[in-house]
């Protein structure tokens, strides 16, 4: 059962995201990252809640991960 949270996690997050609750995406993304943290994805996602929130310093941290981890 535990190897589905990390997606089940992520879809929560991006219909959190879907519906403008980049806090609650955010903190779902965050629940993912625990489970699989090399899921370049939700730093992307992530990245964009932050930024929505006015939290460019962490959007950016983000998304220079999730550019590293996909070049």
């Given at each position: 059962m535990k190897e589905h949270i990390p997606a089940d996690a992520k879809q929560?997050?991006?219909?959190?995201?879907?519906?403008?609750?980049?806090?609650?995406?955010?903190?779902?993304?965050?629940?993912?990252?625990?489970?699989d943290p090399l899921d370049a994805t939700l730093f992307s996602n992530r990245s964009l809640c932050w930024l929505s929130?006015?939290?460019?310093?962490?959007?950016?941290?983000?998304?220079?991960?999730?550019?590293?981890?996909r070049p």
């Amino acid at each position: 059962m535990k190897e589905h949270i990390p997606a089940d996690a992520k879809q929560r997050g991006n219909e959190a995201l879907a519906k403008g609750d980049y806090l609650g995406a955010s903190y779902l993304y965050i629940m993912a990252m625990h489970m699989d943290p090399l899921d370049a994805t939700l730093f992307s996602n992530r990245s964009l809640c932050w930024l929505s929130l006015g939290d460019g310093k962490s959007a950016l941290s983000d998304a220079q991960q999730c550019k590293m981890m996909r070049p």
